[in-house]
Nanobody, 120 residues
Framework: QVHLVESGGGLVQAGGSLRLSCAAS????????MGWYRQAPGKQRELVAA???????NYADSVKGRFTISRDYGKNTVYLQMNSLKPEDTAVYYC??????????????WGQGTQVTVSS
């Protein structure tokens, strides 16, 4: 089994910052990519940012210049530093991992989600 556990969500005023963390654990052989998605009420889940092997990153246009994704390979952890937050960033944020487990089976894993609320 592979597990992803997020932390760091909360309530913040517009213009503030939050840092999300997501730790992967379990029977992991390797991690191809990790990323953050978000889902606001009544909207589809959307990619926020992702980081792949070799530290290649990509961001949604709406967060470029404000959010930074990073990864600690030794800890199997991915972070999302969110600055200059806006009310429209309010959503449940989900961690995602493309992971090869110890049986060499490739899977797409999700965390339980963490709420981020930005007040105006």
């Amino acid at each position: 089994q592979v597990h992803l556990v997020e932390s760091g969500g909360g309530l913040v005023q517009a213009g503030g910052s939050l840092r999300l963390s997501c730790a992967a654990s379990g029977r992991i052989f390797s991690i191809n990519a990790m990323g953050w998605y978000r889902q606001a009420p009544g909207k589809q889940r959307e990619l926020v940012a992702a980081i792949r092997s070799g530290f290649r990153t990509n961001y949604a246009d709406s967060v470029k210049g404000r959010f930074t994704i990073s990864r600690d390979y030794g800890k199997n952890t991915v972070y999302l530093q969110m600055n200059s937050l806006k009310p429209e960033d309010t959503a449940v944020y989900y961690c995602n991992g493309e992971i090869l487990d110890s049986d060499y089976l490739r899977g797409d894993y999700w965390g339980q989600g963490t709420q981020v609320t930005v007040s105006s």
